[in-house]
């Protein structure tokens, strides 16, 4: 269980994560969504103790990560993949964070083979590919078999074979009851690994629900329309609710009424014909791009009265 | 690969000072810089003493060395190349530290003891043992070579003196005291080029310019007793012998200005363990306040 309250970091008069408030819940597998800059990585810094937040708290299992007396039996964390002395191979990287914990060499050896790692362990890290310097960070991760995995964009740089072990990593260990929260920038891979979804834009959470759910919200359907009067059907739809946008000359998108109900609609009215009628669906990616870009729709506080 | 994690093999320890101890251990000694570094260290302080050793002689001399001045000119061939290794270990101390910045290395590092104190300190700790193992290791060898080339130059080098095996462990302790030092400038900046730059300019480029003054004048003498509590001098006077006036001016009483210091041995030491206390203090109060 990882709790966020008011969280916030500024460097400076850049505010980078914005007094947010979440939390994630063990056994199941949560994803921090967000593009590039939005605060998941600061947000994941603080919860791990590299960061000091400018105010607020972020705690695992109760307490701050600097309190742990085992951090790496309680953390897993994979932050980049970067975070390794290149001079040095795999095995001595893992075995020098293992003896901290007095961890024991044959623990070192088998996260190498969990990760694939074996053929080259004992050569030095900066001929690694991003791939395998990403196996190796969760290697690191997996060392201390903890109860809570913090991942930073895990299947960044891996081949789809290494995206799939790692889908199946993340919901095996949070089949477990472990906490499981993992960041990305791309909607598709979350919606296939995650469970829950914080979606954070600019440092604000933008929502913090089920997977299903912020896409049934996000995907919002409309429905493509072309008639012999545009603007009277236009009048028409809005005096039923819809929200409608003008997309070419006598086309309109609209929302809020189904497709059906706009053929009735137009039956209904004298001398309204009805050329096209096509609902649209959106892509994930989409319904992302709409969450992120679109902060009004979705705003913190409506979200955060949706929470527990 | 597979899905498993095995839980089964992982025994549950909690974070010990010795763990992380024996952690940077691993970390110093698994990377080619380290050896590189230590390879310099040993080569210098042995090759440079047996060059000066045999090269030492004062056979052109009326009536010869005194003893003591003998027993100085032993101790400044062994210790010769002292001067030089002052740089070997004012690179490796700021590169063990540095170098876990520039790389993210640190990261994983304050992931592991979040407390980061205890990571500093055992990281300084093995750097400063293994610098005194090896620095120990080559004036051990040096020191009987040194002996047997003096003699065949008329030097006659007594072993029951004990300011000299002062000055040959104050050698010793001078080179692991500057690494430290190093070690907590490179803390302190975070950055291999600056940490060195900084350390360098401590302890090199600052005494040799500030060195040119002399003179006897009031803010002279003052500067010039500064001068003596910059690195490189506190070193120089925890590795002097008494009789080095006689060998390095032999027959030529010393003229001092009055006010000037000399400091002992002991002041040497503790100036140099003053310097890395300071450098310590403030590279751990940085340590805990700032995002690593």
Known sequence: ?308 | MSTATSLSTTNRNDLSHLGIIQSEWIKLRSLRSTWWTFAILFVITVGVGIQMSSSTSFAWLDGGLSQTGMQAAGVNAVIIGTDINVLVVSVLGVLVIASEYSTGMIRSTFTTVPQRVPALLAKSLVLAIGTFLVVALAVAITIPISIGLLAGNGIDVRLDDPHYWRAMIGSICYLVLIGLMAFGIGAILRSIAGGIAVALGLVFVAPLALGLVGGSSAPQIWLQNFVALLPFNLGRALTAHPGYADFASPGVPLQRPEGLWVLEPWQGALGLVMWVVVVFTAAIVLLKRRDA
């Open chain 1, 1 to 308: 269980m990882i709790e966020a309250h008011s969280l916030t970091k500024r460097y400076g008069s850049k505010t980078a994560v914005d007094g947010i408030d979440f939390s994630v819940a063990a056994g199941r597998v949560t994803g921090f969504l967000g593009p590039n800059g939005a605060g998941k990585s600061t947000t994941m810094r603080m919860i791990v103790g590299l960061d000091r937040p400018t105010s607020g708290t972020v705690t695992i299992n109760g307490v701050s990560y600097a309190t742990f007396r085992a951090p790496l039996h309680e953390v897993g964390v994979l932050l980049d993949a970067k975070a390794v002395h290149p001079g040095r191979s795999a095995r001595n990287h893992l075995r020098a964070l293992a003896a901290t914990h007095r961890i024991r060499p044959a623990r070192v050896d088998e996260v190498i083979g969990l990760t694939g790692l074996d053929s080259v362990a004992d050569k030095r890290v900066n001929g690694f590919s991003l791939g395998m310097g990403q196996r190796l960070g969760l290697a690191a991760a997996l060392l201390g078999d903890p109860a809570t995995l913090i991942l930073d964009e895990p299947v960044n740089g891996l081949d789809p074979e290494g995206v799939m072990w790692v889908r199946q990593l993340a919901r095996g260990l949070a089949a477990e009851g472990r906490t499981v929260f993992l960041s990305s920038h791309l909607m598709s891979e979350m919606a296939q690994t995650a469970e829950h979804l914080i979606v954070l834009g600019r440092g604000r959470v933008l929502a913090d629900a089920p997977v299903s759910e912020i896409l049934a919200k996000a995907s919002d359907d409309s429905v493509l329309v072309r008639a012999s009067d545009a603007d009277r059907l236009n009048a028409l739809l809005v005096d039923h609710g819809g929200v409608v946008a003008h997309v070419e000359t006598g086309q309109l998108s609209v929302r809020g009424i189904a497709a059906p109900r706009i053929a009735e609609l137009a039956a209904a009215a004298e001398s309204l014909v009805i050329h096209e009628l096509t609902p649209v669906s959106k892509s994930l990616e989409e319904a992302y791009m709409q969450l992120t870009r679109d902060e009004v729709e979705y705003p913190a506080s409506q979200t955060r009265s949706e929470k527990r």
